[in-house]
């Protein structure tokens, strides 16, 4: 079976001497990384962390985030994966719905998570990839366990079954849930991933989404299958972003459209970034001035948009940004995708496809097999978007003659005015292209006469401008 847990091990084994993460900090090989994530693993399951159990990171990027990750997987555990954003009453939710064994934190989330463990009736064991002061107990140093842990555990490294991956949702829409994927589905989307980039082996990567985002998370798990390297920045700063991509020689950049916006703007970055050949991003749409931008600086090789979800991953691609840049492109390769009129009431209807040229909700075939599973602990969550064997993304979209797919905002947020439906995307990809603007976004605000009418919310490109 595909499994995540294996794939460092084997990647090691593979080419020991590869790249595998770069921080400001340290340069570690595959061997070098396979041994910490051995140590910690080991350290794991000393302390009792087995198959069925669960285990937290709060962190933001860094190495030690990465090397936790591999090691719950390795003692059989599943690694839930929380937002550092978080503040305490989504942290206490995710740990009390989990029972997490264990918990990572850093600097920036150690107040957080410290003070949440304190008041839960069953603490877990906190490990810090930071100073946490004084020692208490259950509370561990991750650089101990890393550095110093593994003389304790066996040569070849344990594969418990069980395992995978628990992603929370952003609760846009409520209460963050629990999108759970097992390590089939993580391994299968993610070759969906490596193909539809056109990623090799040895790929150097700007890894700057963090683990917990799904671009973040797929995109180290690519590495690893592709004996990649995950190079992180000093900052994100776009200065230190470009002596990053010059310094490693970043072959390959997968980006949300606001970091290019801020890359493509840096002078002198064409001779800075020779090595960048193929571009990818998700997560947004990208203007038509903004993807030509990004063709005359960085000229690649291969420039694709995606467009996703947490819970299905890759639902569709576009390798045609140059001629069509606001579409979102084809299925993927283990998606199957239908367009349907959207369901206001959360009932099921026919999965049948509208015509092209009609906007209806996008579904996706939930019984794919880099489909999640569920939300965890909320089968009225899962049963709502999951029905009839499709997943309702709520999402709106329309397919051209030729059979490519656009977003046009989410169901919710379609404005109807004057008895017309409008839909956002489209009002805000005729504003982007305008010169002074940075960045917008269009809801519908309430009217007397027409019921709605459209509210513009813009960042100006420059200061001064409004």
Not at 70 to 82: I, P, Q, S
Not at 112 to 123: D, Q
Not at 331 to 343: D, K
Not at 412 to 436: K, T
Request: glycine share 10%; with cysteine.
């Amino acid at each position: 079976m595909l499994n995540m847990a294996s794939a460092l091990e084997q990647a090691a084994d593979r080419y020991p001497e590869a790249d595998a993460v770069i921080t400001p900090a340290f340069r570690f090989t595959y061997r070098d990384w396979n041994r910490r994530v051995h140590a910690v693993a080991c350290m794991l399951r000393r302390l009792g962390v087995k198959a069925g159990d669960y285990v937290a990171i709060c962190s933001d990027n860094g190495e030690a985030p990465l090397t936790m990750y591999f090691a719950a997987l390795r003692a059989g555990a599943a690694a839930v994966l929380l937002n550092a954003r978080w503040k305490e009453e989504g942290i206490r939710a995710a740990l009390q719905e989990t029972r997490a064994r264990v918990v990572l934190f850093d600097a920036a989330t150690q107040a957080e998570v410290r003070r949440v463990a304190a008041m839960l009736k069953e603490p877990p064991v906190l490990v810090a990839a930071c100073d946490a002061g004084e020692k208490e107990k259950n509370l561990y140093s991750f650089a101990e366990w890393a550095d110093g842990g593994e003389s304790a555990c066996r040569k070849r490294s344990y594969y418990e079954p069980g395992g995978g991956t628990i992603l929370y949702t952003s609760g846009t829409t409520g209460r963050p849930k629990g999108a759970c994927r097992s390590p089939a589905a993580d391994c299968t989307g993610t070759l969906g991933i490596i193909l539809a980039h056109g990623w090799e082996c040895f790929e150097r990567v700007l890894a700057v989404m963090p683990l917990y985002h799904t671009m973040g998370l797929h995109t180290a798990l690519s590495m690893v299958l592709l004996n990649g390297a995950l190079v992180m920045p000093e900052a994100t700063g776009t200065g230190a972003l470009v002596r990053c991509l010059q310094e490693e020689k970043i072959t390959t950049l997968y980006l949300v459209p606001t970091l290019y916006h801020d890359l493509v703007k840096q002078p002198g970055l064409p001779e800075a970034v020779p090595t960048v050949r193929k571009l990818a991003y998700a997560g947004a749409p990208m203007s038509p001035s903004l993807v030509k931008q990004c063709l005359e600086v960085f000229q690649p090789a291969l420039f694709v948009n995606h467009y996703g979800c947490t819970e299905m991953l890759c639902l569709s691609v576009n390798r045609n940004v140059r001629e069509k840049p606001l579409s979102a492109g084809r299925p993927g390769l283990f998606s199957t995708i239908r367009i349907t009129v959207p369901a206001r009431d959360g009932g099921s209807h026919k999965s049948d496809s509208l015509r092209p040229g009609e906007a209806g909700e996008i579904i996706a075939w939930a019984a794919s097999p880099q489909a999640f599973s569920g939300y965890f602990r909320q089968p009225e969550a899962t049963a709502a978007a999951i029905r009839g064997g499709w997943y309702f993304t709520g999402d709106l979209g329309c397919r051209d003659e030729a059979g490519d797919l656009y977003l046009l905002g989410r169901v919710d947020d379609m404005i109807i005015s004057g008895g017309e439906n409008i839909y956002p995307n489209e009002v805000e990809a005729v504003l982007a292209e305008h010169p002074a603007v940075r960045d917008v976004a269009v809801v519908g605000g309430p009217d007397a006469r027409l019921g709605e009418i459209i509210t513009a919310f813009i960042v100006p490109d420059a200061a001064g401008v409004t």
